[in-house]
């Protein structure tokens, strides 16, 4: 790690937690090493808040926590929301609409997540094997379409399209992408298996932006951030030193300034190791 970076954020599935959605020892040893050097720690992933809590108090990190995609920056310690970007009610509605027949034909499930809770049609094998990754409790409400419809107070913080048919999972990730612009939508892949929309500011490399300049008063060559796939992308393009897991897609690879080793090789660990942490000022909310 170079002698200015005074901020490290993680990306956790496929960077912090392979398989095992445990993380190793050696990661945890390194990152706490980083700390005691004066580097502030933090969290950015595509996943629920509640589901990325027991990794966030793991690594022992004090700062916002960056949920959602960056769409939900919120402090456990403090319980102080910072940031809530939710997908715009319209576009929810008409990608809802987009992706019901598809649904209805048992080709994909879709998540919402409201309110920091999992809203599904029926509670289905896909649905359960997420919910039990994620350590969360999905909600069964019926037709996501008239949950919404019938509550003009509910807002969206994400959308998600589930389903083990990739090359669907593409077709689909073009044609929304083909609809609506980027200063519209952010979509974005954190696995394979997902297709994620948000609000267009609700991304890593915002959040991260956020939580940097805004909190922390700090520039993008004080920040090192490490992940694994494509909504990685933003905040490894963003961050002074970007790091791309050596599992990741070869486009994640190419926007960073280094690869390390995939996660079940200790890659995090391997990259702080690599890049020694000089002892920097202990970093406070501004």
């Not at 950015?44 to 509640?50: E, K, S």
């Not at 019901?100 to 809203?119: C, F």
């Not at 909504?231 to 280094?258: C, F, H, S």
């Amino acid at each position: 790690m170079t002698t200015d970076i005074r901020l490290l954020v993680l990306d956790i599935d496929g960077t912090l937690a392979g398989e095992s959605n445990q993380i190793s020892e050696r990661v945890l040893a390194t990152i706490q090493r980083v700390q005691q050097r004066g580097i502030a720690v933090a969290i950015a992933t595509g996943r629920m808040y509640q589901s990325a809590l027991r990794f966030y108090q793991a690594v022992g990190s004090t700062l916002p926590l960056m949920a959602y995609q960056g769409a939900f920056i919120k402090s456990p310690h403090t319980q102080t929301l910072h940031r809530h970007t939710p997908l715009p009610r319209h576009l929810a509605l008409e990608i809802l609409s987009y992706l019901a027949p598809m649904e209805a034909s048992g080709e994909l499930s879709i998540h919402l997540y409201i309110d920091d809770q999992l809203h599904v049609r029926a509670i289905i094998e896909d649905t359960k094997a997420y919910a039990e990754r994620s350590g969360i409790q999905p909600v069964a409400v019926g037709d996501l379409i008239t949950l919404m419809q019938t509550n003009d107070a509910i807002e969206t913080t994400k959308l998600l399209a589930l389903s083990e048919n990739t090359h669907l999972l593409s077709d689909i990730l073009s044609s929304l992408g083909q609809r609506y612009p980027t200063v519209e939508l952010y979509l974005t892949r954190s696995v394979e298996y997902f297709v994620e929309a948000t609000h267009p500011l609700a991304n890593k490399g915002e959040a991260v932006r956020f939580v940097a300049e805004e909190l922390l008063d700090l520039s993008p060559d004080q920040v090192m951030t490490i992940g694994d796939n494509f909504n990685d992308v933003e905040m490894i393009r963003y961050a002074g030193l970007g790091v791309a897991m050596g599992d990741a897609p070869t486009p994640v690879k190419q926007a960073a300034d280094w690869v390390a080793p995939g996660v079940d090789q200790d890659g995090v660990a391997v990259a702080l190791e690599q890049f020694s942490a000089v002892a920097a000022s202990p970093m406070r909310l501004s």
